[in-house]
C-alpha cells in the first residue's frame, strides 16, 4: 500500500534535502496512524519499492550513520581514519539491504526509545545481518585495535540474538526427527553461543558403541541464513570493489579494506557449509589424534545433517583467558603447545595435502588449565599444502632466519605459482626485493616465521603470484603471533642464544640441510624457529630445543635418517 504523500514527484528531490530529523518526523506522519507492526512495515517497504525509494534509502542512510549510530561515536578518535570507510560502507549496505530486511529495521530504530545507546541501536541493526555481524568479527580479532575497541566490538559479537532457544530446539528435532528417540537426544534449553551464521545449544545422547549417555554440542544454522546467505555475499562483493576503486582515497594500504570484505566473504561462505567442515573434522582428528595435549572434537556422525553438526562436548575456556591465570611457566607451555599444534604438526604431517586450520583466533581454541590440554575448535575455514609446497616453505622459513638472500630466493621462486626464472628481469627485481628485505631486517633478533611471511605479502603486493593457501597460512602465523603476545610472558635471551647457535650451524652445514624434511627432527627445529616474535616464544624455543637436543648432544644435525 504505496502512499500518495510518497509517490508526489516532489518528494523525492524533498526527501534527499531533508535533515535526519525532519526525515524521522515526515516516517513518523507518513505511517498510517493506528496500524499494526506488521502494516506499517508493509508501508515503509512499499515506500523502499517505489519511485522514490532510492532517495528515501539516502536519507535513511544519513540518518543513520549520523543519527542512530553516529560514526562519531562509533569509531574513537585514536582510529579516525577509520571514520570516512565506516561511514561508506554503512551507506552502502543501507543503500542496497532489500526492502523487506530494510523496512523492519527502519520501524524498529523509530520506535525505540529516544535515550537508547549506540550500542543497543547498531546491535539491532545488523540483527540477522550475518555479513555486517561477520565484519564486526573479524575486525574485533583484529590484533592491532587497542584493547578498549577490541573488547567494545567483542561485547557486539556476544550480542547477537537472532533466534530463540524454543526455535533452536525445534529446528533440530524436526532435523534429527525419528532419531531423537533413537538415541534419547536431550537437548539443553539455552543456547551456549551463537554467531552469525549458527548457533550452539548443549545435548546429551545414548550412544550405542559405548552404552552410555554422552555429552555433546549441537552447531545449528539458524532459519534465516539460507534466504539471506546471497544478499549478503552480493553486498560483501560490492563493498570489496567499492573499497578496491577508491583505496587512494582512504589512506590505508592498498589492499586492506578489499581484502577484509573478501575474508569476511570466505568464511561465510565456508561458515554455511556444514558438511565440508564435518569432512573436516572427521579429518583433524585423525590428524591430531597421536598429539597428545591437543584435541580436536569428534564428529558424532549419526547426529549430523547438512545443517546441523554434532560433536562431542570438550573442556576449556578462551586460551587468552585460560593463559591469564597461569603462571608464566605454564603460559610458555601453552605457547609451545600452540606453536606445535598449529604450525608445526600440519607442517610435518606425512600425508600428501594436508589441511591446517585457517582461523585459529583465540576464540576458537579452548584450554583445560586443569588438564593442560588444548582444544581445536571450529574447523569452517580450513585450506590445504601439498608436500613440496610445505618442503619449500619450511626452507623458506630456514633461508630468512639465516638471512640468506639466494636461498630466499630460490623457495620464494618455487613457491610462486608463475614459473619465474631467477636470471630474468623479473627473476632479479624479486633478488633485488629479498636482498633489501633482509638487510632491512633488525641484526640482534633471529627472524622469525612472521618476516618469511611478511616477505611474501609483500612480493604479492610486487605482482608475485603465491597459491591462496599460502597467503592463508601467512595470515593464520599473524594470528598466532598476536596470540602468543596476548599470552605474554618475560624476555629471556637464552633461547635466543641457542637458535643462533643452530643458525650458525646450518649456515657451516649448508649441504646437509640440502634435503631436510628426511629429518623429521630437523623440520620440528625449524618450525621452533618460525616464532620468535612474541618475546614469550624465545623460551618455548628453548624448550623445544632442550627436548630434541638434550645436553651433550654435539651434531644434532648429523646425518638424516
Ligand atoms: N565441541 C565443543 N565443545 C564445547 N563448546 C563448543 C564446542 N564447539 C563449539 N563450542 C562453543 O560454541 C562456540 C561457537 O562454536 P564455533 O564452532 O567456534 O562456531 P562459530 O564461531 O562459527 O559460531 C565456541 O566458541 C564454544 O564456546
Ligand atoms: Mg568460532
Redo the contacts with the bound molecule.
Sequence with gaps: MSSPALSSPTMEGGLRQMAPVQLRAALANFLPKGASAAEQTRAIEAGLRSPVGQGMRDTMARWIVDEIVPVERLVPPAYIKWRPPVRDAMMFVVARLSPARLAPKLLEQLELPLDTSAEVRLLRLIAKVPGLQKLGQVIARNQHLRPALRNALERLENGIRDVRPEDVVAIIRRELGPRVEKYGVKIAPTI??E?S??A?VRFTWRNPESGKRERG?F?VLKPHIPEYFAEDMDYLQGLAQYFSDRQHNYGFPAKLLPDTFKKVQRLLRH?VNFAREQKTLVEAWSLYRSMRGVRV?RLIQPLCTPRLTA????RGIKVTNAAARLPVARRRKVAEQLIEALVAVPLLSAQQDAIFHGDPHA??LLYNNRTGELTI??W?LRERLSRDQRRHLALLFLMVTLRDPVGTCNEVLALSQQHIRSNSPRGRMVGEFITHFLGELPVMRLSSGVDAMLLLERLAMKGVKFPGPLIMLSKVMFTLDGILGDIGGPDSGLGFAIARHVAEHWITNRKEFRSPLKTRDWVTLQCSALLYTGRLWLQCEQAILDRLLPAGTTSPFAPAQ
Excluded at 560433536?311 to 570438550?314: C, G, I, R, Y
Design positions: 551456549l553461543s554467531a551464521v549458527s550452539v554440542v552447531k561458515e572434537p560433536l562431542t562436548e570438550e576464540g576458537n575448535i571450529d569452517a
